[in-house]
């Protein structure tokens, strides 16, 4: 049902870009003289309004049986499916950089420089299937219903999808021997050819459409726009990969430029269009492929795959304990006289750091969860802050892995707590990002109580500023003090939650103080003006 709510307001939304259509077909007695719009003439027969909330059983009902006579279904489930398999695959990469072999002796500059070249590759690897995935997420929003073909080329993209996570781990094990990289942009190429087969196939049968581009008259440029944006990054890739085979560092830059291609194209548009003015288009655009800032994503969708990546995140803290700190039985009789708990109180830094990054993990998405609970309406730049926030969320195994695994080294203590803080800074700071991002329009992309001046805002902004303060208060002294027990910051992390609570009551009695403070106050004729309230009203 939840995919249904988003394809219908994606739906409502995409009326606007299509009202050139229906001013051609009003004029040429087309299939689109049936959808109103202000450059119909004459009287004309209204069309049912979309059920946008599909609450209503009777039209669920009809809907389904005309999906039956037609072979077609809905694609919610298919989509669920979708969107959970590439969080896993997104989350998993960053296992061959946790599982760096690295003893206390090792841990020097080069070990450094060779972790950091292995995060800025996953950061990389994660930023791409990110884009996978949003083209996909884009894909259907266009196409409205499948039948079982379109159900198997779904899953053959996703096949592929699955084998990423291989090639990367030999890229990692293997960063000077091409073969990984081929590999790479080889599924990525096949991902796009999936992706286009499924455009031609869908735009082959208009009633698996959206419904006001299966009745456009402009369909064929629509087909072709679309396809020009999904083979564009496959193309990227096929370069990269023929540069793999003599001269590899090329193929990282072309792999890169798939990330940020899209943004580059529209920054180059945006400046043209500045320098020689706007060039008339020969047809209206596809709203889902335009990569524009305030481009409407599928809020849903969003959800599914950021709580997809934190979810794995949080089983992948526990894998690490159930495979590296469950005691052999013979050691246990050897060692420690068959006494369990002694055995298991020599991994007692281990459980710390577990139960702290796990605290991390679970309030970052609680302020995620926030943040979402008053979205309206997801654009793209949003989008794209939130896909920042989550490869860092995907790192934090990694900074697990730092601070346990050098517990007892206390003279990489300091790095390992740099690194994790650096990691929780930057997880943090861009869901903040997406926050501002979200105030610059406020007015379409947040409810009354977050906007300014709202009930929840001044709670909401203090809530995301929390942890980027925390950990930047964290690093900081780390670089102050010669010393700081990976105890103390895992301490510290489990302590977050009372913050949470106790910023509440702060800011609740902030907020109490400033309206006692604005009673007393002389009322003048701009306090007494209730259009433009600072502080929300009494509760």
């Known amino acids: 049902m939840r995919g249904a709510v988003g394809l219908s307001e994606n739906f409502r939304v995409s009326c606007s870009w299509l009202a050139t259509d229906r001013g051609t077909d009003a004029r040429s007695g087309g299939p689109g003289d049936s959808c109103p719009g202000p450059a119909m003439s004459g009287p004309q027969a ?24 037609d072979g077609t279904q809905h694609s919610h489930r ?69 039948d079982d073909t379109l159900a198997l080329l779904n899953l053959a993209c996703m096949m592929t999808i ?30 796009g050819a999936v992706q286009a087969l499924i455009v031609v196939y869908a735009f082959s049968l208009p009633h698996l459409l959206n419904p006001q581009i299966g009745r456009s008259a402009h369909r064929a440029l629509y087909r072709r726009h679309i396809l020009h944006i999904v083979l564009r990054g496959p193309a990227l890739c096929f370069l990269a990969a023929g540069f793999s085979l003599f001269f590899y560092p090329v193929s990282y830059l072309l792999m890169a430029t798939v ?22 288009p020969s ?10 800032l305030q481009e409407p994503l599928s809020k849903e969708r969003v959800e599914a795959f950021s709580d997809g990546v934190y979810a794995i995140v949080a089983t992948l803290l526990i894998l690490d304990i ?12 050897e060692k420690f006289q068959g006494s369990l708990v002694a055995a298991l109180s020599v991994d007692g830094p281990q459980f710390l750091a577990y139960f702290g990054s796990f605290a991390t993990v679970g309030l970052l998405w609680f302020a995620h969860h926030s943040l979402f ?30 601070t346990s695994a050098f517990a007892r080294q206390p003279r990489d203590e300091l790095e390992s707590v740099r690194v994790s803080c650096a990691i929780i800074f930057f997880a943090s700071i861009f869901q903040l990002a997406m926050w501002t991002a979200a105030l610059l329009h406020e007015a379409e992309t947040l409810r009354p109580s977050a906007r300014f001046g709202g009930q929840e805002h001044a709670f909401m902004c203090a809530k995301l500023a929390l942890y980027p303060c925390a950990s930047l208060l964290a690093f900081t002294l ?53 259009r433009a309230p600072l502080l929300p009203a009494p509760c």
């Open 46 to 69: 209204p069309e049912p309004a979309l059920n946008v909330q599909g609450d209503s059983t009777t039209a669920m009902g009809d809907e389904d049986a005309a999906d039956d006579d």
């Open 478 to 530: 780390t670089c102050v003090l010669s010393r700081f027990s990976t105890a103390i910051f895992h301490s510290m992390q489990i302590a977050v939650p009372f913050a949470f609570l106790l910023l509440r009551l702060l800011v609740r009695l902030a907020l109490a103080l400033l309206r006692a403070l604005r009673g007393l106050a002389p009322r003048t004729r701009d306090t007494m003006d209730p």
């Open 373 to 402: 609970l008053h979205v309206r309406k997801a654009t793209q730049s949003m989008g794209l802050l939130n896909t920042l926030s989550l490869a860092f969320v995907g790192g934090l195994p990694l900074a697990y892995q730092q």
């Open 283 to 292: 047809a209206p655009s596809v709203e889902f492929f335009t990569f524009d």
């Open 322 to 333: 159930c495979e590296d700190n469950v005691p052999d039985a013979k050691d246990v009789e």
């Open 78 to 146: 298919m989509l669920s499916f979708s969107d959970a398999l590439l969080s896993i695959i997104a989350t998993v990469m960053i296992l061959p950089v946790t599982h760096t072999e690295i003893s206390p002796e090792q841990f020097d500059r080069s070990i450094q420089r060779l972790l950091a070249t292995r995060i800025a590759v996953y950061l990389m690897t994660f930023l791409i299937v990110t884009v996978a995935w949003a083209a996909h997420t884009r894909l259907f929003q266009v196409v409205g219903k499948i």
């Open 162 to 191: 699955t084998f990423l996570p291989f090639t990367f781990s030999l890229m990692v094990a293997f960063p000077e021997v091409p073969l990984g990289i081929f590999l790479f942009c080889a599924c990525v190429i096949a991902i």
């Open 259 to 280: 990330i940020f291609l899209p943004y580059a194209s529209k920054a180059a548009s945006w400046c043209r269009g500045r320098l020689v003015g706007p060039r008339e």
